[in-house]
C-alpha cells in the first residue's frame, strides 16, 4: 500500500521535471501528452507531429512546438461564438 503511494508521487514527480524540459525523446514525450509510444510513431510516420532526427536515428521533440501542435484545430466556446456574432453585426451596420 504504501509502495503505491510513493510510486504515484514518483510518477507525478517525472512528469513535472518532463513538463519543463525543452526537448523531449520520445518516452518523455509519452509522458508528457498521455500518448501511448506506438500512437507517437504512427503520428511520425504520419508526419503529423513535429519532430527532429538529427542524427538519423534519435527522435526529439520540441516541447514548445509539441504544445502549440496539440493546440491546433480549438474549438470555440458558445460564448466566444456569440462573441464572434456580435461582433460581426456589429460592424455591418
Known sequence: MENDIILRKLEKIEQYIVGTKKVLNADELSVYTGFKKSYI???IHKKQIPYSK???KMLFFDREEVDL????NKSNSSAEIEE???QYMSKRR
Open 41 to 43: 510513431y504512427k503520428l
Open 54 to 56: 538529427p542524427n538519423g
Open 69 to 72: 501542435w496539440l493546440l491546433t
Open 84 to 86: 464572434d456574432l456580435f
